[in-house]
């Protein structure tokens, strides 16, 4: 076998492999994921199955979304630094760019009719994609009873008693490490019962090989030289804004989401709350309700759902512009935002990486992150089931009875369009396995035409 160096994948190659996936990742986080691991394990086998899942095991572990940084993690391992820097800007570069149109258009054009029609029509489709998502990464990570009851116990706590993401993420690690100490086969990396719709792709046998690449390595050298250029790029234009205008818009926005990064783990779901409380009641950035719509442009379009902090960004300085064009001033906020919210993760990710790679043989360790995996497709399923309580019903009301706190619909606010819309696009996806650019135009074009004619 080659050198797991001299994989002999052209660089050029991978750059349209990398805008195939990032053209393709619509859905959320799971759907995304599963993207990657369709073309890059099982049809281009350039990573086997473990080696995927334990860099996604990684990732889940980090601030920020997930996707973005298993890609970046990816990048790296196949071409070095270059090859990460590719792989996680492409993989935003769409989504930044649809979300930018769409963000003129709403500070343009938001209240009219024909706008909301088509939200809530993508909004359907979105769900439906969500959900089609959810059950392909839940068939790869929860392959034994243990992981069906480690993600069981994930829905439960978070959905119906609240409890903070982090914990179910340390007490899931606490379970799995203990599992993987103690010798029990359910915990083990390596175990279950394959892909869906496939046999699991072996490491060896994959153009990366089963090895550890020279570049992948632990330097401390390294490691330093490349916090310290990541730390300048993330953190030098929010320190010039402190100086230069400490009392604008633009510091605020640079200073909010630079914490943001620190603190997003779990992905844009896990703190769709705090940012939108912050951003409607603190800085009065937005409107209520104007978050779910940024969360459904998020959702519509290519690449991670925490792009919804670029119309955030946008929407905080079109109306607080100053002497500047509200659409100037707007475009300029998105880009600063996307900027102190991405710059972050290449950093996690070039930082850590080479000792993950490293944990690759400890069982224990790998234990808890099989655990974690498992975990998450919990969390998600919440996220999926919050977002549905949002798309078909209008209303919402938060229940309380000592442990348990959720949301229930108020079933009068239902939106008949849009539960009608919601199961047309499950029953394309799930019966008929129609594709999401498919599914989301056919929901926009009905949504217009429900929202011109409404039942």
Excluded at 162 to 169: M, N, T, Y
Excluded at 171 to 179: E, N, R
Excluded at 197 to 202: D, I, K, R
Aim: charge should be neutral.
């Amino acid at each position: 076998m080659a050198h797991p160096e001299h994989h002999n994948i052209p660089f050029g190659e991978a750059v349209k492999v990398w805008a195939r996936i990032a053209a393709l990742s619509f859905g959320g986080p799971a759907g995304q994921i599963a993207v990657m691991h369709r073309i890059l394990v099982e049809e281009k086998k350039w990573i086997g199955e473990e080696r995927f899942l334990h860099a996604l095991n990684y990732c889940m572990l980090l601030p920020g979304p997930e996707a973005q940084q298993l890609a970046t993690y990816i990048g790296w391992l196949l071409h070095k630094t270059k090859g990460g820097i590719l792989a996680g800007t492409l993989f935003v570069l769409p989504g930044f760019l649809a979300i930018m149109v769409l963000s003129w258009l709403y500070a343009l054009y938001g209240n009219l009719g024909a706008i909301e029609a088509l939200f809530v029509g993508l909004k359907a489709a979105v769900l439906a994609i969500v959900f089609s998502a959810v059950r392909r990464i839940g068939s790869k990570a929860l392959r034994n009873p243990a992981m069906w009851v480690v993600a069981a116990s994930a829905f439960i706590a978070i959905f119906f008693l609240s409890v903070p993401f982090p914990i179910i993420i340390v007490v899931a690690a606490l379970v799995g490490y203990l599992g993987g100490k103690s010798g029990l086969k359910a915990f083990e990396a390596s175990g279950g019962h394959g892909s869906l719709g496939g046999t699991a792709v072996a490491d060896r046998d994959t153009a990366l090989g089963d090895h550890i690449p020279d570049h992948a390595r632990p330097s401390l050298g390294w490691s330093l030289r490349i916090s310290a250029v990541f730390l300048v790029l993330w953190l030098a234009p929010v320190a010039a804004l402190l100086m230069i205008v400490p009392d604008s818009v633009f510091t605020e926005i640079a200073t909010f989401f630079s914490k943001m990064a620190v603190v997003t783990f779990g992905g844009a779901y896990a703190v769709l709350a705090y940012v939108a409380q912050e951003a409607v009641e603190n800085y009065g950035w937005l409107q209520p309700g104007e978050m779910l719509d940024g969360l459904g442009m998020a959702e519509t379009t290519p690449g991670p759902l925490i792009m919804v902090t670029q119309f955030v960004g946008f929407m905080g300085a079109a109306r607080n512009a100053g002497g500047l064009d509200p659409l100037v001033a707007g475009t300029l906020a998105a880009v600063l935002t996307t900027w102190v919210t991405f710059v972050p993760c290449f950093l996690w990710i070039f930082l850590g990486a080479p000792f993950a790679e490293r944990m690759r043989g400890n069982v224990a360790l790998s234990s808890a992150m099989t655990a974690i995996t498992a975990a998450v497709v919990g969390v998600v399923l919440n996220l999926a089931v919050w977002f549905a309580l949002h798309t078909i019903f209008e209303e919402v009301f938060e229940f309380r009875a000592a442990p348990l706190r959720f949301d229930l619909p108020v079933l009068s606010s239902l939106s008949l369009p849009a539960l009608l819309l919601t199961v047309a696009a499950m029953v394309a996806m799930f019966r008929f396995k129609a594709g999401a650019l498919t599914v989301i135009a056919a929901c926009g074009v009905a949504g217009l035409v429900l929202g011109v004619a409404p039942l």
